[in-house]
Nanobody, 124 residues
Framework: QVQLVESGGGLVQPGASLRLSCAAS????????MGWFRQPGPGKEREFVA?????????NYADSVKGRFTISRDSANDTMYLQMNSLKPEDTAVYYC????????????????WGQGTQVTVSS
């Protein structure tokens, strides 16, 4: 069974940086697509942030984070990261790590496995 555990969230001021981690276990992730999504609040849609093929061959970003966020993975430790720079109040959300054994489009409904989420709050 795939398990995903996020960490690294917190409260930061606008303009600051954070790095989120997603520790993955339970499978060989070589052919997986891994993604980050966020949910700004209860009742709001879970929106795409970034995704990466575990092979590292391709990445994809939402326009709202392009140039500020960087997705990466460490194959040796089965860990995915999201480096978030120049954070804005509108980045405030619960951030979720997700995984799919297929090459999928950046849509939450196409992902099979999810972590429990980590809160990121950007406020002065």
């Amino acid at each position: 069974q795939v398990q995903l555990v996020e960490s690294g969230g917190g409260l930061v001021q606008p303009g600051a940086s954070l790095r989120l981690s997603c520790a993955a276990s339970g499978r060989t992730f070589r052919r997986y697509t891994m993604g980050w999504f966020r949910q700004p609040g209860p009742g709001k849609e879970r929106e795409f942030v970034a995704q990466i093929r575990w092979s590292g061959a391709s990445t994809n970003y939402a326009d709202s984070v392009k140039g500020r966020f960087t997705i990466s993975r460490d194959s040796a430790n089965d860990t995915m990261y999201l480096q978030m720079n120049s954070l804005k109040p509108e980045d405030t959300a619960v951030y979720y790590c997700a995984a799919s054994p297929r090459l999928v489009a950046p849509m939450a409904l196409l992902y099979d496995y999810w972590g429990q989420g980590t809160q990121v709050t950007v406020s002065s």
